[in-house]
């Protein structure tokens, strides 16, 4: 990609647009950024803005006159006015992983999927070092893409987690290794349709090639249907898969399931997902056995925070979609306290039914989505309207008695009360804490 003396466009300046801001800088490019807040909100751009190092425009106000290329933050939709007038005018529109992968040095290790994709990144991050094999992590997790151009070199596997916001705007990405984990209904808000979502986590594939791996579960209709010109190695399947009380891996016995740390059986489709990844990039059955034994797992993601009074807490702040809070559900015994609610993302609360009527003594409901919530499961398991998270664990407090489990897992997006599910849950922990 030509960037010097080139004039850059980059819509949304949160995290990843500013690291697509400071690499174009780097280059030689003009930039002007563009975010829908104003530039006293955004301190490092006003920073850079005072430097006259970039130009800055509301959205609203932008002009694409003498722009080359647009690049689009992961939170900005193709929707967006901006980035639909700049595809009418035929100026190219790009994202953050897009833009960073044409200067990252060495071969890329690429995981997305509905569920499971920062656990099995983690893992596969965890099993790379503990192997010896040169690695870095991040994308969607950790560091921006862009800011991990310069600790890049060809000897390196760059192992990023993608989501499907950052995989619409692929158009030369290419990874010698990608999975996509499974295939579930979420971000129905964004995308419109399952159809539309599936379309653009598939984009993980699009340019991969014969000597490639494509990774696949087997069990997940939509992620086992991709087509790929790349080698294919399916987990749940033919290459990694239970045998009896076993982990099997391309042929060989891996480890014993019981020697697997992590609750839940999405859990286990997770470690078998990473062994293949790992396995695909160098790591030998044994060090890949050794590190998954003492793998802690990710903050957020069905994370204990303390036992009270024989009342057990989890954090699962990073179950935003329904499947998500569902195999949380599965993972854990009852009886449960089930904190729901939080941003609506499109779909339906119903197929929580059955675990809830299982398992749970009430679902407590908390945000904006509380209300159609309860309209489709109040009469299928007892709720508890509390309306903030505090309320929400004062009441499981008062009500939960010893051998019980107070559970945060929303099924929902955090932006209507917290910065981010990160932020949601540490407010969590801090409550919980407290008590």
Not at 32 to 50: A, C, F, H, K, Y
Not at 284 to 307: D, M, N
Request: glycine share 8%.
């Amino acid at each position: 990609m030509h960037v010097n003396g080139k004039h850059f466009m980059v819509l949304g300046l949160a995290k990843s647009g500013v690291g697509a801001i400071q690499l174009l800088r780097s280059k030689g490019a003009t930039v002007t950024g563009v975010d829908s807040r104003n530039i006293s909100e955004l301190p490092i751009v006003q920073n850079l803005v005072d430097n006259s190092e970039i130009s800055f425009s509301r959205d609203r106000e932008a002009d694409l006159k003498g722009i080359d290329t647009l690049v689009v933050s992961p939170g900005v939709p193709l929707s967006h006015p901006l980035t639909q007038a700049a595809l009418h005018r035929g100026i190219p529109v790009i994202g953050e992983i897009e833009l960073a992968s044409e200067f990252l040095a060495g071969p890329t290790l690429a995981i997305t999927g509905s569920n499971g994709k920062t656990t099995t990144t983690s893992l596969v991050g965890h099993i790379l070092k503990s192997a010896g094999v040169p690695s870095q992590v991040g994308g969607n997790i950790g560091l921006a893409a862009t800011d991990m151009i310069s600790t890049s070199n060809f000897l390196q596997w760059n192992v990023l987690e993608l989501s499907s916001f950052q995989l619409e705007t692929i158009h030369r990405f290419h990874p010698q290794i990608a999975a996509v984990l499974n295939v579930t209904p979420n971000h129905l808000d964004r995308h419109g349709s399952i159809e539309e979502y599936a379309k653009a986590k598939g984009n993980i594939f699009r340019n991969q090639r014969s000597g490639d791996w494509a990774v696949l579960n087997a069990t997940n209709p939509i992620s086992n249907s991709y087509k790929t010109n790349a080698q294919i190695a399916r987990f749940c399947g033919d290459s990694a898969f239970v045998s009896g009380s076993d982990i099997e891996l391309f042929g060989k016995p891996l480890m014993s399931v019981n020697a697997v740390p992590l609750p839940g059986g999405h859990n286990l489709e997770n470690v078998m997902a990473a062994s293949a990844l790992a396995s695909l990039a160098g790591a030998s059955h044994e060090s890949i056995a050794e590190a998954v034994s003492t793998f802690k797992g990710v903050r957020h993601r069905l994370e204990f925070i303390r036992e009270v009074r024989g009342i057990k807490f989890y954090n699962d702040s990073k179950a935003t979609s329904v499947d998500a809070t569902l195999k949380a559900l599965e993972a854990l015994p009852g009886p449960l306290w089930v904190i729901l609610g939080g941003l609506d993302k499109g779909g339906s609360y119903l197929p929580l039914a059955p675990q809830l009527k299982l398992k749970a003594k009430a679902a407590l409901l908390i945000g904006s989505a509380a209300a159609l919530i309860e309209k489709e499961l109040k009469d299928l398991t007892h709720i508890d309207i509390c309306g903030t998270l505090e309320t929400a664990i004062h009441s499981a407090v008062n009500q939960a008695q010893p051998g019980d489990t107070v559970l945060l897992a929303p099924a929902c997006a955090s932006y209507d009360q917290f910065k981010s599910y990160e932020h949601r849950g540490d407010v969590f922990r801090q409550l919980v804490e407290a008590i």
